[in-house]
């Protein structure tokens, strides 16, 4: 199986756009945008991630295999993150007595 053949100009403006974006986070730490801060830097962090999985790890080059697995990944991500959500919502709706 042969490697894909990425140019040194993809990976410098792949590495020149994280740079930009930690730039963006660094200051979105010093704005207070209330509680927006936490999904602008969710969206922010995301798209470093994707951007790291499709140029530095190949994800976007490789087989179809190798985008299941990733996609399975995030879906199991989602399937954590809705279950704690759940339980955190959920823990007041039986009464205890003595609380």
Same mark, same amino acid.
């Given at each position: 199986?042969? =490697?894909?053949? +990425?140019?040194?100009?993809?990976?410098?403006? =792949?590495?020149?756009?994280? *740079?930009?974006?930690?730039?963006?986070?660094?200051? *979105?730490? =010093?704005?207070?945008?209330?509680?927006?801060?936490?999904?602008?830097?969710?969206?922010?962090?995301?798209?470093?991630?994707?951007?790291?999985?499709?140029?530095?790890?190949?994800?976007?080059?490789?087989?179809?295999? +190798?985008?299941?697995?990733?996609?399975?990944?995030?879906?199991?991500?989602?399937? *954590?993150?809705?279950? =704690?959500?759940?339980?955190?919502?959920?823990?007041?709706? *039986?009464?205890?007595?003595?609380?």
């Amino acid at each position: 199986m042969s =490697t894909p053949k +990425v140019s040194a100009s993809t990976y410098l403006f =792949t590495w020149i756009t994280l *740079l930009g974006l930690t730039l963006l986070t660094s200051l *979105l730490g =010093t704005i207070n945008l209330g509680a927006k801060s936490l999904i602008v830097g969710l969206i922010i962090a995301a798209v470093k991630g994707s951007l790291i999985a499709s140029f530095f790890m190949h994800a976007l080059y490789d087989s179809k295999l +190798v985008r299941v697995v990733l996609a399975g990944g995030i879906i199991w991500l989602l399937i *954590l993150v809705t279950l =704690t959500i759940a339980d955190y919502i959920t823990r007041g709706w *039986l009464p205890f007595p003595g609380k």
